[in-house]
Structure formats: C-alpha cells, structure tokens
C-alpha cells in the first residue's frame, strides 16, 4: 500500500491549506514562512518543480496512495513563486502505474506557467 485511500483530501481543501499558509491567515506570519520555506526544501523534482523554469521557489507537497498492480495516484500542490505574481497549482493524478503520472504532473505544470508568463508580458 502506498497510502491510505480512506482518508482522502479534495484538491479545493488541499489547495486551501496553501492559500492559508500563504496569507498567514491560520499561523502568524514568521510561522508561515518557516513552514513554506521547508516545504520549498522537498527533495521531490518530478512533478511540478520540473514544470518550471530553473530558479523558480516552488513549496510544495506531494503524496502517493493505492496499491501497486492496482490504480495508484500521485498528488502534487503547492505555490510556484512566478515573479510577483505566486500562484497555487494542485494536481491530483491516477493511473496503473506510478512511473507516467510524474510526467503528467510536469506537462500540466508547465503549461500553466507559461500561460501565467505570456498573461504577465501581455499586462507590460
């Protein structure tokens, strides 16, 4: 088992979590920092940190539920820190298996990016 199916986390509440941690609305806001600057420190690079340019802060968290052999799902949602404009992208992924949901995850990060970059050159 890779994760616990029964305790399961709509992507509008996964993202909130951000949102919350972001606006220093639950914590105050030296709390929050240290939290989203650990979070920004995650070892894992496939998923939506790979959608983004090099240098580019995302804090972010990622999980992995089901069974191998079976549908499993792979979860990444965070804050990408595009020049002063950061935004919450959550990408909740399933498939038979764990090896092409990462790739997904990138594409889909990628995109939103560089939809976020053309919107801000077009506002200059």
Known sequence: ILGDQKDTMSVKNYSGL???LFNASFVNRPFSEKILERL???EY???LVAGVPSGVAVSHKF???GQ???EVQLHDCGIVYYPKHPYILCIMTRGKTLEALPKVIKE???EVYRNVDEQ???MK
Do not use: C, M, N, T
């Open 40 to 42: 920004s420190l995650a």
């Open 108 to 110: 889909i990060s990628a």
């Open 45 to 47: 690079k496939d998923g």
């Open 18 to 20: 951000f949102r919350v």
């Open 63 to 65: 999980g992995e539920a």
């Open 68 to 70: 191998l052999g079976e």
């Open 120 to 122: 801000e050159r077009a």
